[in-house]
């Protein structure tokens, strides 16, 4: 009994570390699947994103003649957004890299998930639209001599993959919100 | 103890009613949220669905000059397989509200949520390119004297509708899948 009233405070000192520990361990668990923000694969994914989207636009905005077609407008305006949206996600994923933290809280994650799933469908519907005009000029009227019909199909094909990038990022971000 | 083995009946008798009415209850559920497959509102979206897409088919396959242009062929194809899908699932909606029985198997809902996700992106991405193509004719060409506008422009919004209606059943069921 007096051995223990000598010595109160050899366990309080030991146990904070442990605990400590315990909370520390768990911050990247399994849960942070690589694609999540936050996550390098989540920045992996804005960055291819962010330059699909920069390519077609700056592709689409060096031809003289596109401001004549409608769906041409849409696609750089539609692909401007996703740029400016994967930019702005990526910057976030570094900021969370560099503190080592994820996004958890489900407000950002919705918000995200929201975001994603607009400029996705924006960017996807214009790629759509523009596909469906540059295979008329090139294959049902063979008007390509006087169109820039390269540069359109490139622009085109990496709003296709910009959005093929933005899929697994909204995908992700809606089953994590289903899964809470 | 004599008294149990004289009447070792009693018990199990009287148990299974009790526990059949256990199981029979949860039937329909909170789970069975209204347009789920194998509910009203899930048979109601499979209808729109249908209805939406054959009244675009039927209208774009009225015009002569359709076949002219890829993205009308192409948008002829989607609302067909559309049509096809949404019906076969109205069907088995009915079914399953006769025997009133909902979808529980993850694997069925997991098979429904990917059809659903292949036709509706098929209709999105040919009802954007018709878009398109109706845009560039009506506004950017001025040429509707000569092709059938209208019709063009009645199939296209009818195959939006078509994947409006489609939309709900996709988010639905693979909100099911990922809160499982």
Known sequence: MSMSMVHPSVHPIEAPPLTDHAIAIPRHSLKDTQGMPGTLGGFILRFLQFSFSLLSLSLMASTSDFPSVTAFRYLVAAVS??????????????YAILVRRGY??????SLFSIGDGITSTLTFSAACASAGITVLIGND???CAQNHCSKFETATAMAFMSWFAASPSFILNFWTLASK
């Open 141 to 143: 009227l063979n008007d």
């Open 104 to 109: 958890r809280n489900s407000r950002i994650v």
């Open 81 to 94: 957004l996703q740029s400016v949206w994967s930019l702005s996600l990526a910057v976030a994923d570094v």
